[in-house]
């Protein structure tokens, strides 16, 4: 099926939110919509528009946006991470959404990845406009993933950067930045795995430029984050979890342990490889996986 691509801005609490609305050409509305957003200190650029062009050639609406102070969304400071507010903007995109009048507002169906699949448990636990929802290798809990991530000879250092952080910006300053990914063990950066530095760091076409930097403070909201706690209230919404076999970003303990406790009705897709397969080399899988999903639940 054929789709167009348009911009469109959606008005939220102090900013202005970016997103791309890929509407299917000739078929009869209303029709059943999915809203979808990336992870942690990415752009919509940077892997959403394979998904979102699967979902429109399978004949959903689809809205795709970026998160407030990043990519083409306002917002200051840039760059700067905090949950709570990222799903409080994820509701006014539903609200938008609904609002469209090429949109069935009884057959919204959301689709998260990697920290926004953790957004995807919270919304579907606590939204029920939504008749579906896909968690693409989720966050299921900040502080553990924290505590793995560091050394525990390391974490007093982690806390004092943190704290002094907070002092300064007592002070007045704005809130001090890092790289989120980088080799070189002189620069500062949340992520050195080079399978996370390759894949932010690859080529995309796009004429909005993705800055390769994070407030210092987004560290400290992600480990303070707890989206897995919620995963035994998304039922009766439906749950489908797409889960890397050897993810170390989202670890995969994690998530299987997180899929155990969730309720029916929920499916659990495994595919091989890590974090980043889904939007890679298991691409094929991890959307066709989505798409049946939103396929049974919004039809």
């Not at 939220?12 to 997103?19: Q, S």
């Not at 995807?120 to 636990?125: E, I, R, S």
């Amino acid at each position: 099926m054929t789709f167009t691509r348009s911009d469109v801005e959606i008005p939220a609490e102090g900013a202005t939110l970016g997103g791309w609305l890929f509407v299917p050409e000739g078929a009869e509305g209303p029709l059943p919509a999915v809203t979808m957003t990336i992870g942690l200190g990415g752009i919509k650029d940077q892997g959403l528009e394979p998904f979102a062009r699967a979902f429109a050639e399978a004949g959903y609406v689809v809205l795709a946006h970026d998160h407030r102070t990043f990519g083409s969304s306002s917002g200051t400071p840039r760059h700067d991470v905090h949950p709570w507010q990222q799903i409080a903007d994820w509701r006014r995109v539903i609200s938008y959404l609904e609002s469209r009048p090429e949109v069935d507002e009884r057959r919204i169906g959301l689709w998260g990845t990697s920290f926004a699949g953790g957004h995807a448990l919270v919304l579907g636990a606590t939204d029920r406009r939504l008749r579906a929802v896909v968690a693409q290798v989720p966050m299921i809990s900040g502080l553990r993933i924290g505590q793995r991530r560091a050394l525990p000879e390391h974490q007093a250092a982690i806390d004092r950067r943190y704290d002094e952080d907070e002092r300064a910006q007592l002070r007045g300053s704005a809130p001090a930045t890092v790289a989120l990914v980088s080799k070189d063990p002189g620069v500062p950066a949340l992520y050195r795995d080079p399978e996370v530095v390759d894949f932010y760091l690859r080529p995309y076409d796009s004429d909005v430029e993705w800055e390769n930097r994070l407030t210092l403070r987004s560290s400290r909201n992600s480990r303070m984050y707890e989206p897995g706690v919620y995963i035994d209230t998304v039922s009766p919404t439906p749950l489908l979890m797409i889960v890397g076999t050897h993810d170390t970003m989202t670890p995969t303990d994690m998530a299987l342990a997180a899929y155990e406790r969730a309720l029916e009705p929920k499916r659990l897709e495994l595919i091989r490889g890590g974090h980043f397969s889904p939007y890679l080399e298991e691409f094929g899988a991890a959307s066709a996986a989505a798409t049946e999903w939103f396929g049974r639940h919004l039809s």
